[in-house]
């Protein structure tokens, strides 16, 4: 049974850059056809997504958030990693990490069969 679990820094300083790691237990990210998505969930607000890294390390972005993200991974920890740079008071959430299990990727959130428990960051000076 795969098992996701975020680790981010609880609080992070406009302007910087935020980083969220996922630890994927129970599955290889390398496994064929899965993707390997990134949500968040703003206070009192729906969940956005953010993008996707897929079995064979390539991306695909939201595009409002494009120019700020990326999404890489590290085959030998099994872990991926969201950072968005030039953060805001707006970029406030809480950030998960899902599975979508699916041969085509989608970026709907009823898609995704696996979800980690959600790591809060808030942008704040």
């Known amino acids: 049974q795969v098992q996701l679990q975020e680790s981010g820094p609880g609080l992070v300083k406009p302007s910087q850059t935020l980083s969220v790691t996922c630890f994927v237990a129970?599955?290889?990210?390398?496994?064929?056809?899965?993707?390997w998505n990134w949500i968040r969930q703003p206070p009192e607000k729906g969940l956005e997504w953010i993008g996707y890294?897929?079995?064979?390390?390539?991306?695909y972005y939201n595009p409002s958030l494009r120019s700020r993200t990326s999404i890489s991974r590290d085959t030998s920890k099994n872990q991926l990693t969201l950072q968005l740079s030039s953060v805001t008071p707006e970029d406030t959430a809480v950030y998960y990490c899902?599975?979508?299990?699916?041969?085509?990727?989608?970026?709907?959130?009823?898609?995704?069969?696996?979800w980690g428990q959600g790591s809060l960051v808030t942008v704040s000076s």
């Open positions: 899902a599975r979508d299990p699916s041969v085509i990727p989608h970026t709907r959130a009823n898609y995704f069969d696996a």
């Open positions: 129970g599955e290889s990210i390398l496994t064929n056809f899965y993707y």
């Open positions: 890294i897929d079995y064979d390390g390539n991306t």
